[in-house]
């Protein structure tokens, strides 16, 4: 098939889509208000359910270009709309919460789910704005000068195997002592120890050499064998009961996988049988397994009485303990330490060292008090003695953002994240570094809802990302110098994308020797 066929193909098969959205939205939008009136539904939680939802198919009606805002959409609904769903919709839990509590959670989520999709809708027509008036301009430095793809190749997987050891035995000590002993003790016995504090210090590197890898746009085949040895980390990491950073190592890959889909040439990314199969396996194991990882760290939330419960409804009730954060931060927002907390980001990093902020680490009385951390100060707030145990009580950036700026600042911190959402799927060719950048904060974006207000900006400050940075482009730069002086040899010739190029056969050959394209 000519790529003029596959593109026509490509085409015709994105119109069928287009048209066919229109109704499927519609039937999931009558699909609601059915469940809501066969449930006896209020009427605030149904339209919070409907904006949640067009929101969602709004992303996915351009999928490509909003992978990170529809993942992000999807984490909001666990984190913070199952709970309520299932206790309004489902009747799950019979005790109601105060109704001032409620109406202020209501209106929190309307706010955010608003900000977020005007966030989103800027961005991307600012984005189509961008590529209508963009002209074609030859980039003055080559991308290989600062991110040499065979020299970030080798440093991703040194990185990797030091990170899987680092991993690992932080994963041996956890399942030894459990799983609060990673926040108490495991953390002396790191500093104590210079091995385990520099395999730690690789270990966080990690994330931000393999988004820097996948930014240079490498082949499929070498995209997999990358990806296998992130999911290998990833698998391990969840052995250490965090299950943010194995979710958010996922998303970022399938996210990756659809950006490229939609770049590469049509079928370069297509998903074979085999691989159907794997990933129709792999979508119940996981949630199997981060059921498991809950329920192993015995600080789960669920109904009183889950006997002969639905398990959905039991992990969605579970899992949407984020919206008990939101409610409790407001209901006890004149006993939690006052500080400037979406500002977590000056405590930490290359900016805490530069302001000389003392950084604190741990669950203890002063991170709580002057640490500028609204997940400690709330833990601390609300469960006092049991907080020093290595116990938590989470965060929200719904919540970080009213305490700080009220509910002006619960839509305007949700317009900034609908259009980051949108910022991070913009990867381009030629832009490694920008695009690792991108990559790398979407572990946070997406627990965001569980999670700090400003956590991205924490990873982006963070030493060891910098180092990463500064790391890949000085030896991806002394590469260069050394072969321009003939030190090195030149790096081989590599074409963009996973097809290889097509051997013509030499025209000494006979016809039948030269295959059945050339009859």
């Known amino acids: 098939m000519s790529a003029s066929t596959s593109s026509g193909s490509s085409a015709s098969q994105s119109a069928r889509r287009q048209a066919i959205l229109p ?43 909003r992978a990170i805002f529809v993942a992000f959409l999807v984490a909001f609904f666990f984190l913070l709309l199952g709970r309520e769903i299932t206790v309004d919709f489902f009747h799950y839990e019979v005790i109601q919460a105060p109704p001032a509590q409620t109406r202020h959670l209501q209106l929190c989520l309307t706010l955010s789910l608003l900000g977020l999709l005007a966030g989103a809708l800027v961005a991307s027509s600012w984005r189509a704005r961008r590529r209508l008036l963009a002209e074609p301009t030859e980039a003055r430095l080559s991308p290989r000068l600062f991110a040499d793809p065979s020299i970030v190749r080798c440093i991703y997987w040194v990185v990797l195997v030091l990170s899987l050891i680092s991993v690992a035995l932080r994963a041996r000590y956890v399942l030894a002592n459990g799983y609060l002993s990673y926040y108490t003790e495991f953390s002396d016995l790191e500093d104590s120890s210079g091995s385990m504090y520099g395999l730690r210090r690789i270990e966080i590197m990690l994330p931000m050499v393999l988004a820097i ?24 990491s969840l052995l250490t009961g965090q299950r943010s950073t194995f979710v958010g190592g996922a998303v970022m890959l399938l996210a990756y996988w659809i950006v490229r889909r939609h ?55 579970g899992q949407g303990v984020s919206s008990s954060v939101v409610r409790n931060a407001y209901t006890y927002a004149d006993f939690i330490p006052r500080d400037w ?17 003392p950084v604190y680490h741990g669950n203890t009385l002063e991170h709580a008090l002057h640490g500028g951390s609204f997940t400690h100060a709330y833990g601390y707030t609300l469960l006092g003695p049991q907080y020093f145990s290595g116990r938590g009580s989470g965060s929200s950036f719904i919540a970080e953002l009213f305490y700080d700026y009220g509910y002006a600042g619960v839509f305007l911190g ?31 974006l997406l627990w ?11 990873t982006w400050l963070s030493p060891s990302v910098l180092v990463a940075l500064v790391g890949v482009a000085g030896l991806s730069l002394a590469a260069a110098l050394l072969r321009e002086r003939g030190i090195l040899d030149p790096p081989a010739a590599s074409v963009r994308g996973t097809h290889r190029a097509r051997r013509t056969p030499p025209a000494s050959l006979p016809m039948h020797a030269r295959g059945t394209n050339a009859q």
Not at 429 to 444: C, E
């Open 23 to 65: 109704l499927v939205g519609l039937l999931c939008n009558l699909g609601v208000i059915a469940l809501a009136l066969g449930t006896q539904a209020s009427l605030v939680w149904t339209l919070i359910l409907l904006l949640w939802l067009n929101a969602l198919l709004f992303g996915v009606a351009r999928l490509s270009e």
């Open 213 to 236: 890898y996948l930014g240079v746009f490498p082949p499929r085949r070498q995209v997999t064998a990358a990806s296998a040895g992130w999911a290998v980390y990833l698998v391990l």
């Open 263 to 317: 770049q590469d040439p049509p079928g370069t990314w297509r998903m074979r049988r085999g691989g159907k199969l794997v990933a129709a396996i792999a979508v119940p194991v996981v949630a199997i397994a981060l059921a498991a990882v809950e329920s192993a760290r015995g600080i789960g939330a669920v109904a009183a009485d889950t006997a002969n419960r639905n398990p959905i409804l039991q992990m969605l009730y």
């Open 341 to 357: 907390y979406t500002g977590e980001f000056l405590h930490s990093g290359v900016l805490a060292r530069l302001l000389g902020y």
């Open 414 to 444: 949700g317009m900034i994240y609908g259009a980051i959402c949108i910022w991070g799927c913009a990867l381009k060719p030629g832009q490694p570094l920008r695009n690792g950048l991108r990559l790398v904060i979407v572990t946070t």
């Open 448 to 458: 965001a809802p569980r999670g700090s207000a400003t956590g991205f900006l924490t």
